[in-house]
């Protein structure tokens, strides 16, 4: 090889040596951040707004199962930025939309349960907010006395606002039947 090439190598070989201490350095000193990050992701129970959120999702159910569906205006966010989807639609985009549906159903249900499942989870976002998602299942009886069971998933933002939790938007989703 000549002299030259050979220098040439040698540099090259000098420069990348350099940078793998430079680059184990970087590695190693992100391992404890690594850590921490992930030692604080795992479970939020116990934190304030987790149980606080747990707490109000049971009196809503509660609220619901015992006095209808026109419990639920108590819990929808009361300003103009609340809205609820249900299976990837839009079914009010608004909380007077939302009380004009919600009063309109209830004249068509004479009973209502409401579970959620054992999956809640909360994500508190904020001492203000959290971001909830759970299984639920409902049985209505309609006036005329047909019961209808349902079940799917519950997603949510809730906001603590004027001394109390209240849903700003939220989300129904129920399983699609498979097409043909």
Same mark, same amino acid.
């Given at each position: 090889? +000549?002299?030259?090439?050979?220098?040439?190598? &040698? $540099? %090259?070989?000098?420069?990348?040596?350099?940078?793998? +201490? &430079? %680059?184990? !350095? /970087?590695?190693?000193?992100?391992?404890?951040?690594?850590?921490?990050?992930?030692? =604080?992701?795992?479970?939020?129970?116990?934190? +304030?707004? *987790?149980?606080?959120?747990? !707490?109000?999702?049971?009196? /809503?159910?509660?609220?619901?199962?015992?006095?209808?569906?026109?419990?639920?205006?108590?819990?929808?966010?009361?300003?103009?930025?609340?809205?609820?989807? /249900?299976?990837?639609?839009?079914?009010? $985009?608004?909380? !007077? #939309?939302?009380? *004009?549906?919600?009063?309109?159903?209830?004249?068509?249900?004479?009973?209502?349960?409401?579970?959620?499942?054992?999956? %809640?989870?909360?994500?508190? %976002?904020?001492?203000?907010?959290?971001?909830?998602?759970?299984?639920?299942?409902?049985?209505?009886? *309609?006036?005329?006395?047909?019961?209808?069971?349902?079940?799917?998933?519950?997603?949510?933002?809730?906001?603590?606002?004027?001394?109390?939790?209240?849903?700003?938007?939220?989300?129904? =989703? #129920?399983?699609? =039947?498979?097409? +043909?």
């Amino acid at each position: 090889m +000549p002299s030259s090439t050979r220098t040439l190598t &040698l $540099r %090259l070989i000098g420069r990348k040596l350099r940078v793998i +201490p &430079l %680059l184990a !350095a /970087v590695l190693v000193s992100c391992l404890p951040c690594r850590a921490a990050a992930s030692e =604080s992701q795992p479970s939020t129970q116990g934190h +304030p707004v *987790d149980q606080a959120v747990r !707490a109000w999702m049971q009196t /809503v159910a509660q609220d619901v199962t015992r006095n209808g569906p026109l419990a639920w205006l108590k819990y929808f966010e009361t300003g103009p930025e609340f809205f609820m989807a /249900v299976n990837g639609q839009m079914a009010f $985009r608004n909380r !007077a #939309a939302a009380e *004009d549906g919600t009063r309109k159903f209830a004249q068509t249900i004479r009973q209502i349960e409401l579970k959620w499942g054992d999956d %809640l989870r909360v994500d508190p %976002l904020t001492t203000h907010l959290a971001a909830i998602a759970v299984s639920w299942r409902e049985i209505q009886v *309609d006036t005329a006395g047909h019961r209808v069971d349902e079940m799917g998933y519950f997603t949510a933002l809730a906001e603590y606002r004027d001394g109390r939790w209240q849903f700003r938007n939220a989300h129904w =989703s #129920a399983p699609v =039947s498979p097409g +043909p």
